[in-house]
């Protein structure tokens, strides 16, 4: 239907869940996924991405979802104050901004979970180059 891939992750903690963001800031989850491919079923979820796209889709070893955004106004230089980094921890269903968010840096590239540190991530971000995030919860 026009929204085209752009990121993706499975949850570890249920490899049946899979959920997809588009360059249009849309959200699919699939509860069925396979490898197979067979009779997946995609469901559009709430976005709290909307005019933006989804860079980055990451899930952690518990089952958290989390979300890195490149607002499309902040590309353009609007004054938006949105920030880009959220998370689920109920497969999508909601999403909440991160307390530990960037703080006004919304231009994210990538997001790469630390190996060795599950509260640990690093974010490539337009201008700043590679930031380390440190989560407190």
Known sequence: DGHYPLSAAYSPADPTIFIVGTVDGKLF???NFNVSGNTITWTEI?????DAWVRSIVAS???TFWLATLWKADVFFSSSTTEG???STDSGDTWQLSDDSME???LTWGLFPSQHDTKRFYIGMWGTGLNRLDLSN
């Open 85 to 87: 980094f959220m998370f």
């Open 29 to 31: 989850k699939a509860t």
């Open 46 to 50: 709430d976005s709290p991405a909307s």
């Open 104 to 106: 006004g840096r919304r």
């Open 61 to 63: 070893e518990d089952g």
